[in-house]
């Protein structure tokens, strides 16, 4: 599953470990209790992008540069900036019911209690669709490209791309999880998204056929899809997080015992 190598890569490695310590969980239950989230959540994606609204949707969450910085900063994973941009991914993603239904289970197959798995779950969503961003956005990104044109109007002056609004800035100690990887201060500047995902966002909800003629959906589904490869089932799944993230298991269990 690409999408898991990723994530248990991000930090230099450290993700799992670095959301054990902000979230006061051992490693061993943030292990399965992400692998629940992140097989919910792509589930969720995957059952929804045949719907040209989502896909449109989808696109534009992936063109928001902000989450990227969630994935592979530390110090954002206890921040307020985070729970709001996550919880705007979930709402994307999941829905609310479906979110709720997503913390319950998660909570439960990790031993953890609701009201952590309730804040973990939003910082695993804006890390996933970090990740899921890093991985299509070349090729999201190439699906606008004319031939000889490289820059994406974002880049531009005057270029077509908006840039949304900064997300809030909260004092240290304004969310309840809060460890020794952050405090609670978010991001200080508009986020930048990308100006190609903008528009190819906008040819999915119109229908418009793509430089070259292709349906935009339709091509976007196919950079998408291997991303989205569900695994076969639960022990497969945490066999997979296990041979991708042990390393960062095993140096927060030295740290412990040190």
């Known amino acids: 599953m690409p999408i898991l190598d990723r994530l248990s890569k ?32 792509i589930a969720q994606i995957d059952a929804k992008t045949r719907s040209r ?8 969450l992936l063109g928001e540069r902000a989450h990227h910085q969630v994935l592979e900063n530390p110090t954002m994973l206890g921040t307020t900036s985070t729970q709001v941009l996550g919880n705007q991914a979930l709402n994307v993603v999941a829905g ?19 009201m952590i798995a ?8 804006a890390m996933l ?27 531009t002056p005057g270029g077509a791309a908006p840039v949304i609004a ?33 528009a190819l966002a906008e040819s999915i909800r119109e229908g418009a056929a793509l430089p070259g003629g292709r349906d935009a959906a339709d ?19 945490i066999a997979r997080l296990r ?3 042990g390393n960062a298991f095993k140096t927060a269990r030295a740290h412990k015992r040190q």
């Open 129 to 155: 669709v970090g990740a899921l961003a890093d991985a299509s956005r070349e090729g999201l990104e190439s699906l606008m490209r004319r031939d000889g044109d490289e820059t994406d109007p974002a880049d």
């Open 118 to 125: 309730e804040y973990l779950l939003p910082v695993i969503a």
């Open 219 to 237: 091509a976007t589904r196919r950079i998408l899809a291997p991303l989205l490869a569900l695994p076969r089932g639960r022990l497969d799944w």
């Open 53 to 60: 609204r989502f896909l449109a949707r989808l696109v534009e």
């Open 96 to 114: 609310r019911e479906a979110s709720k239904q997503i913390t319950r289970q998660a909570a439960a197959q990790a031993g953890a209690s609701e």
């Open 243 to 245: 041979a991708f993230g």
């Open 166 to 198: 900064p997300l809030p800035q909260v004092a240290a100690g304004g969310v309840g999880f809060s460890g020794s990887t952050g405090g609670g201060i978010g991001l200080a500047r508009p986020v930048a998204v990308s100006g190609r995902l903008v």
């Open 10 to 41: 991000a930090q230099g490695g450290q993700a799992f470990a670095n959301l054990a310590r902000a979230f006061h969980l051992p490693p061993t239950k943030v292990e399965p209790a992400v692998g629940a989230m992140v097989g919910a959540l």
